[in-house]
């Protein structure tokens, strides 16, 4: 059961899965509904650039992942299956119906976990730089990333992620976008992000992908290491999906290339 919703500024706070978790509700009512995940170690306002645009066309929501944001951080790891529960439990409570899911690495492979069990609240899925399973050796990498955020910290962790996550472009000309995501990082609940990255080490949705029937649109930056090649294998599993590159964009194209990630899924949308 989920709690009344109430309201500080444009936040509203949700209690689901025992979780109070913070919500933004934008756009007009009664347009089509469009549903915003974001990633490990990032917010609800990764989704600015996004919202921006799509708010005219579509009535929004957007949520922060448990342990990140405002919401509340779990007293246990988290898993896959219970971050797609998590979005399940919030779209019946807004009572979002035939939704175009966004989601952003982590958020993405909600996506890939959802989409096939909620026809009726997705109808059409968007997943950006996310797999749809842990890669192999991806338990250990996790674990070492974990292991350096204990030992140092998240403003450490915050320096490591603009390093790895942005591209060679952005990185020369100094990418606004590559402050915004520092100061995001290093907000970022310690224990939250543990608790999500647990999640990553461990999860499978591979063989569901044929069950996708959705049209689907992978977005992928193409400097995001191996992810374009993974997600094209992606979109050869998936039976209605397309694939595109976003040139000089990293892990989250949506914030460091917003013009060209808007313009790929506004037509994919049209």
């Not at 397309?242 to 994919?268: C, K, M, Q």
Request: glycine share 8%.
């Amino acid at each position: 059961m989920s709690s009344p919703v109430s309201v500080t500024g444009n936040d509203e706070f949700v209690t689901v899965s025992g979780l109070r978790f913070r919500c933004r509700l934008e756009g007009a009512p009664g347009a089509p509904w469009m549903v915003f995940s974001n990633s490990l170690a990032t917010d609800l306002t990764v989704w600015d650039p996004q919202v921006a645009v799509f708010a005219s066309r579509f009535r929004i929501l957007r949520y922060d992942q448990r342990g990140h944001g405002g919401t509340s951080v779990p007293s246990e790891p988290a898993t896959l299956l219970g971050l797609a529960d998590d979005a399940v439990a919030l779209m019946r409570h807004f009572n979002v119906r035939h939704s175009v899911f966004v989601g952003v690495s982590m958020g993405a492979a909600t996506g890939f976990c959802l989409a096939p069990q909620y026809p009726e609240l997705i109808a059409k899925l968007v997943a950006s730089d996310g797999q749809a399973g842990t890669a192999p050796g991806g338990s250990v990498v996790w674990q070492e990333r974990i292991d350096a955020a204990l030992a140092t910290g998240t403003d450490a962790l915050a320096e490591l992620t603009v390093a790895r996550w942005f591209s060679a472009r952005s990185k020369a000309e100094a990418h606004p976008a590559m402050a915004t995501m520092r100061r995001m990082v290093a907000a970022t609940p310690l224990d939250g992000f543990v608790a999500c990255a647990r999640a990553l080490q461990d999860y499978d949705f591979r063989a569901t992908l044929s069950a996708i029937e959705q049209p689907t649109l992978l977005i992928a930056g193409a400097e995001d290491g191996a992810m374009p090649k993974s997600m094209r294998k992606l979109a050869e599993l998936i039976p209605n999906a397309t694939f595109v590159e976003v040139p000089d964009a990293g892990h989250i194209p949506g914030l460091e290339r917003p013009d060209a990630f808007n313009n790929v899924v506004s037509s994919f949308l049209s």
